[in-house]
């Protein structure tokens, strides 16, 4: 989880995975999103793969990287447990509809 937090935790990474949330992308069709040096985007990629953020294909020289969902809701879901914000919700819940407060 630590990984995908810090990953999450630069704009330009999280604009990249808004980007792919869109559709699959290659590294050239990424970089023409950023005016930004393709050695410095390149390691804005190596971070998200690190996190297993994306995932990146190559065919010849051309790489194609897609958004990796399942690890981005797994980080969120563990980061709410943590912090009990699903469980006070669903306690929340239960008690309005059994018509009972237990304050």
């Known amino acids: 989880m630590d990984k995908v937090f810090k990953a999450l935790s630069d704009?330009?990474?999280?604009?990249?995975?808004?980007?792919?949330?869109?559709?699959?992308m290659t590294a050239g069709e990424l970089a023409a999103c950023f005016d930004l040096?393709?050695?410095?985007?390149?390691?804005?990629?190596?971070?998200?793969?690190?996190?297993?953020?994306?995932s990146a294909d190559?065919?010849?020289?051309?790489?194609?990287?897609?958004?990796?969902?399942?690890?981005?809701?797994e980080a969120l879901l563990g980061f709410a447990e943590v912090f009990g914000i699903g469980e006070a919700k669903a306690k929340s819940s239960s008690r309005r509809k059994t018509g009972g407060s237990h304050a």
């Open 37 to 54: 040096a393709k050695p410095t985007l390149s390691g804005h990629f190596g971070v998200l793969r690190e996190a297993d953020l994306v």
């Open 11 to 24: 704009p330009t990474r999280r604009r990249i995975l808004q980007l792919l949330r869109e559709r699959e």
């Open 58 to 73: 190559k065919a010849g020289t051309t790489i194609t990287y897609r958004l990796n969902v399942s690890t981005l809701e």
